[in-house]
């Protein structure tokens, strides 16, 4: 069946509020041309995109970035998601909340929080967040949430300088007094991508690392929740990318930009439409970004006669253009994509070079040479 | 790690950051969790809307066993292999 005619309301909206962040990490979702402060939209906007939300039948929203505690709002924002039933989700680095904002959030009625981690080991961590002293900030505030009485789940990026201490994070997690943990492979979009090299751990390295979490769940049954993501680039079948594209979720760029999934302004063509001249509902029901890969009518003929087709919704479309050129073409991490063995090339060469520098995520060289202007004159 | 079974005198609560509520767009109850929404069907929403954290698990499987007139030793199997199952997700704590 086609669902683009009357597709049904999404479950979970991620909510950008700000590319602004303190942190660098070369595997951040974010797009590689941030949006500007300038440009975010306003407190009511907000506040008035939330009802939308709530109208719609969203269910969860995830306030994210950047980091969203830079933004002052963010209580308020909170506060209002919690008062229309909203369930609210804090996607944090955690290193420029303190104790009376983490309390104020607690106040305003925050549902969850999830705290971002580089890894165990202090050093590598700072390396990887281009932030020294970031481990001590993240676990100081871990404490924040637990004494506040949030419950908190932290979440890992695997690459290849942390993926032997996958179980140690893991065990980071329980001691933190963490519900859950989300220990996902790096995914190849955006910074990823262009650090792919720098990133990405051999077959070998993510064979043990699974093991380390099989193992991991079966000694902390009960204990923790661990959520695992698997490497696309070594798998055999393709994740249902966002529940499908434009089935369940939805996500909102800080200028309000609506989405169908954060990497989805990769995809040349696609026109996306603003919070600002329509309402989400609207947006979600016929944007023609939505409706591109809605259902199951766009696909090739190899994935729409394939039996998966409503399993997997055809993978991920931003990783069909990143490797193959063409975002309606068959998931590349699918064993019957044509371009699957090449696909498990490209990794198997990443990950046997030594790694290359990281490539940091930064506003674009044009935004730093203005505030270079600036700071000088 | 192995679980401990679920005591009758336990007194089981919805999990912190685990809310039950009302889903007015789809005409439907659901579980909001981190990261997870699960629809419980029927029976499932008649435990989860008994566990306030102050009534036991055996006050819970005699007003089941009233409301469906049924035999309370089925109703004491299911209330407790959802509970267990529950608690192992996180979605429930007791």
Redesign the interface.
């Known amino acids: 069946m086609n669902e683009a005619t009357n597709p049904s309301p999404p479950l979970a909206a991620l909510l950008e509020l700000t590319h602004r962040c303190p942190l660098q990490c070369p595997y951040c979702s974010n797009p590689l041309e941030l949006e500007r402060a300038k440009g975010e939209l306003s407190t009511a906007e907000w506040l008035r995109v939330l009802d939308e939300a709530a109208e719609l039948g969203i269910l969860q929203v995830h306030f994210s970035g950047g980091e969203p505690a830079v933004r002052r709002d963010l209580p308020d924002l909170v506060a209002h998601a919690r008062k229309i039933g909203l369930y609210s989700n804090l996607i944090t680095s955690g290193v420029t909340l303190d104790q009376p904002k983490v309390a104020r959030l607690k106040e305003a009625g925050l549902d969850h929080v999830q705290l971002s981690i580089q890894d165990v080991d202090h050093q590598t961590a700072a390396f990887i967040a281009n932030y020294p002293g970031v481990q001590g900030k993240k676990l100081a505030f871990a404490r924040m949430v637990k004494e506040a009485g949030l419950p908190l789940t932290i979440n890992a990026v695997i690459n290849r300088h942390n993926i032997t201490r996958v179980e140690r994070m893991i065990d980071l997690a329980v001691a933190l007094g963490a519900g859950r943990v989300e220990m996902a492979h790096a995914q190849y979009y955006g910074w990823a991508i262009k650090n792919r090299a720098a990133l990405m751990p051999t077959l070998e390295q993510v064979h043990e690392a699974s093991r380390h979490v099989d193992s991991a769940r079966e000694r902390l049954r009960g204990q923790i929740v661990i959520d695992y993501v698997l490497p696309d680039y070594y798998a055999r079948q393709p994740k249902a990318c966002m529940g499908g594209w434009g089935r369940q979720f939805l996500n909102i760029t800080p200028s309000g930009e609506v989405l169908p999934c954060h990497a989805a302004q990769t995809i040349p063509g696609l026109v996306f439409e603003s919070v600002r001249h329509k309402p989400l509902g609207e947006i979600w029901a016929s944007s023609p970004a939505f409706e591109r890969f809605r259902g199951t009518d766009w696909m090739p003929d190899l994935c729409r006669t394939c039996d998966q087709r409503e399993v997997d919704w055809g993978g991920c479309r931003c990783q069909a253009l990143a490797v193959v050129g063409d975002a309606a073409a068959t998931d590349p991490a699918c064993a019957l994509s044509p371009k699957n063995a090449a696909l498990r090339a490209l990794a198997d060469d990443a990950a046997s070079q030594p790694p290359p520098d990281f490539v940091y995520r930064r506003m674009t060289p044009h935004d730093s040479k203005a505030a270079l202007v600036t700071t000088t004159s | 790690?192995?679980?401990p079974p679920l005591s009758s005198e336990a007194r089981p609560g919805l999990?912190?950051?685990v809310?039950l509520?009302f889903?007015?767009?789809?005409d439907r109850w659901?579980v909001?969790a981190?990261?997870r929404?699960l629809v419980p069907d029927e029976t499932a929403l008649e435990i989860l809307q008994r566990c306030d954290g102050a009534k036991q698990v055996d006050a819970i499987i005699d007003e089941l066993a009233t409301a469906y007139s049924a035999d309370r030793s089925e109703i004491e199997h299911d209330v407790k292999d959802l509970l267990a199952s529950l608690?192992?997700?996180?979605i429930v704590t007791a």
């Open positions: 790690m192995t679980i999990a912190p950051g809310r509520t889903d007015k767009a789809r659901v909001l981190p990261e929404v608690i192992e997700k996180r």
